[in-house]
């Protein structure tokens, strides 16, 4: 069965204290991985999409990188603004919907 | 990049009314549109997919007389709550699949409580 499973549920650091947020995945045929950003009261907000093994995108502080296993966003020297919930979700060749993972709510004190 | 604007962003309705909401693509055509519901501290569940001038598809669990779900057009799709009771009360987010860079685009959510 196709599944995504996030670790940790939730992580705090200090302002400027690099880290790693883990997305673990089983998926017969993935088609994306993807990351998205959401805050409270607020939709999912797209940040990356990775499309096979060895691939990695970066914005700002962010940088999104993808295994035949995992899936790892790293963050580096986060600000307090970095503060939400971090999201990764799947989509595989047998249909059109995103599949999600529990998520990473990230906690960033200055 | 992709705009889906989701209305309204909350609402308070009576145990026993129905309440409609709605998910507009802005700036692409979205042939597929998917509605989920959000739990507290709890990550998106997909509830229905929604496919333009044909019926949505319901994820297992899901009751499809109480979440009615129409997609009239390219870029509409409305789910409707009905009779709804307190345990309807929760985050709904819809979402539409664009043939660009982004690939799904979230709207911002309505926060439904029923009291």
């Known amino acids: 069965e196709d599944q995504v499973t996030q670790s940790p549920e939730a992580l705090r650091l200090q302002e400027g204290e690099s880290s790693s947020l883990n997305c673990s995945y089983t998926?017969?045929?993935?088609?994306?991985l993807f990351w998205y950003r959401q805050d409270p009261g607020k939709g999912p907000e797209f940040l990356f999409t990775?499309?096979?093994a060895g691939e990695e995108k970066e914005k700002e502080r962010l940088k999104a990188t993808l295994t035949k296993k995992e899936s790892f966003l790293h963050i580096t020297a986060p600000k307090p603004e970095d503060s939400a919930t971090y999201l990764c979700a799947f989509s595989n060749n047998a249909g059109n919907m995103l599949t999600f993972g529990g998520g990473t709510r990230l906690m960033v004190k200055p | 990049g992709a705009v889906v604007s989701q209305h309204p962003s909350r609402v308070i309705c009576k145990s026993g009314t129905s309440v409609k909401i709605e998910c507009r693509s802005l700036?692409?055509?979205?042939?597929?549109m998917f509605w989920y519901r959000q739990f507290p501290k709890q990550s998106l569940m997909l509830m229905a997919t929604?496919?333009?001038?044909?019926?949505?598809?319901?994820e297992q669990g899901v009751e499809k007389d109480k979440f009615l779900i129409n997609h009239a057009s390219l870029t509409l799709s409305t789910l409707t709550v009905t009779s709804a009771h307190p345990e309807d009360s929760s985050f709904y987010i819809c979402?539409?699949?664009?043939?660009?860079?982004?690939?799904?685009?979230f709207g911002s959510g309505t926060r439904l409580t029923v009291v």
């Open positions: 998926v017969s045929g993935l088609r994306g």
């Open positions: 979402s539409a699949r664009d043939t660009g860079a982004y690939g799904y685009t």
């Open positions: 929604s496919n333009e001038g044909s019926k949505a598809t319901y």
């Open positions: 990775l499309y096979s």
């Open positions: 700036d692409f055509q979205a042939t597929t």
